[in-house]
T-cell receptor
Framework: NAGVTQTPKFQVLKTGQSMTLQCAQDMNHNSMYWYRQDPGMGLRLIYYSASEGTTDKGEVPNGYNVSRLNKREFSLRLESAAPSQTSVYFC????????????FGDGTRLSIL | GENVGLHLPTLSVQEGDNSIINCAYSNSASDYFIWYKQESGKGPQFIIDIRSNMDKRQGQRVTVLLNKTVKHLSLQIAATQPGDSAVYFCAETDDYKLSFGAGTTVTVRA
């Protein structure tokens, strides 16, 4: 049982390049999330999908797009990468509803030069 | 969004001692709180949670205390071990979304 799987684990981009970060969960969870984590800061929510077919903006959505491809997969796209998007990106999921802990992947470390 | 923060960014603890990590929150409507542990190069890992209708919850070597009067949350780790070295985050839920504090880095001294 892999839980939440993120690919790739590391990536270096040049400014202006595009990139899609992949996330898949095998726990039959309904809700999925994308966060970014910057040094000395907690995780900040970029986008989330409460259920298959729906997506909503989080705290820091600018410069990103998401796709809930199916119940298992939730991808994050950077259309034109900027150095300010250098960060560690985490995907998470929960079964559904409130008052549940989110399960996290091990992150994608993204550097934009 | 509402602020969820930790009192101290770092904590150094002697192996075998108890650790106490503190967290203050500002949203009095929050009804669910979680503590996560994050080791280097890994994603946050669930430790323990507590609902607002409780003031204490115990797990294996960990206890979470919730004081709603002063909007304060703490994580106590008994008999701290080297494997407890990590960054610890508290988080509160607002419907489907979590709000995280900046984290406390715990270092265990041998």
């Amino acid at each position: 049982n892999a839980g939440v799987t993120q690919t790739p684990k590391f990536q270096v981009l040049k400014t202006g390049q595009s990139m899609t970060l992949q996330c898949a969960q095998d726990m039959n969870h309904n809700s999925m999330y994308w966060y970014r984590q910057d040094p000395g800061m907690g995780l900040r929510l970029i986008y989330y999908s409460a259920s298959e077919g729906t997506t909503d903006k989080g705290e820091v959505p600018n410069g990103y797009n998401v796709s809930r491809l199916n119940k298992r997969e939730f991808s994050l796209r950077l259309e034109s990468a900027a150095p300010s998007q250098t960060s560690v990106y985490f995907c998470a999921s929960i079964l559904g509803g409130a008052n549940q802990p989110q399960h996290f992947g091990d992150g994608t470390r993204l550097s934009i030069l | 969004g509402e602020n969820v923060g930790l009192h101290l960014p770092t904590l150094s603890v002697q192996e075998g001692d108890n650790s106490i990590i503190n967290c203050a929150y500002s949203n009095s409507a929050s009804d669910y709180f979680i503590w996560y542990k994050q080791e280097s190069g890994k994603g946050p890992q669930f430790i323990i949670d507590i609902r607002s209708n409780m003031d204490k919850r115990q797990g294996q070597r960990v206890t979470v205390l919730l004081n709603k009067t002063v909007k304060h949350l703490s994580l106590q780790i008994a008999a701290t071990q080297p494997g407890d070295s990590a960054v610890y985050f508290c988080a509160e839920t607002d419907d489907y979304k979590l709000s995280f504090g900046a984290g406390t880095t715990v270092t265990v001294r041998a």
